[in-house]
């Protein structure tokens, strides 16, 4: 079991950056495929960013490649997200996601190939 703790999410003027975090615990002892999807109103739940919390297999939705940067500190089993050059469009709520081991290219965008998902954190961009 891994739970998951989103924060940093908050209101922000279009063309600023943001920075959200995910707090894993649990059994971490281990490597997942870890990502970040969103969720507008009236909207299907996206796949923004994944990647491999042994190293690499970073993935982008086109929405977000060159504004969103995904990272993971394995140090403090945090999975990050750097956002820059928001825009309306982007506002949401974000969510965390994990699941052991590897995923195909194909799936890591897929919100029911992961296991363990956090509450959310809303993000808000204002023009």
């Known amino acids: 079991q891994v739970q998951l703790v989103e924060s940093g999410g908050g209101p922000v003027q279009a063309g600023g950056p943001l920075k959200l975090s995910c707090k894993a615990s649990g059994n971490t002892n281990r490597y997942y495929f870890m990502a970040w999807f969103r969720q507008a109103p009236g909207k299907e739940r996206e796949g923004v960013a994944s990647?491999?919390?042994?190293?690499?297999?970073?993935t982008y939705a086109d929405s977000v490649q060159g504004r969103f940067w995904i990272s993971h500190d394995n140090a403090e089993n945090t999975l990050y997200l750097l956002m820059d050059a928001l825009k309306p469009e982007d506002t949401a709520m974000y969510f965390c996601?994990?699941?052991?081991?590897?995923?195909?290219?194909?799936?890591?965008?897929?919100?029911?190939?992961?296991?363990?998902w956090g509450q959310g954190t809303q993000v808000t961009v204002s023009s």
């Open positions: 996601a994990a699941v052991p081991g590897w995923l195909r290219p194909d799936a890591r965008g897929v919100p029911s190939e992961y296991t363990y």
């Open positions: 990647l491999y919390s042994g190293g690499g297999s970073k």
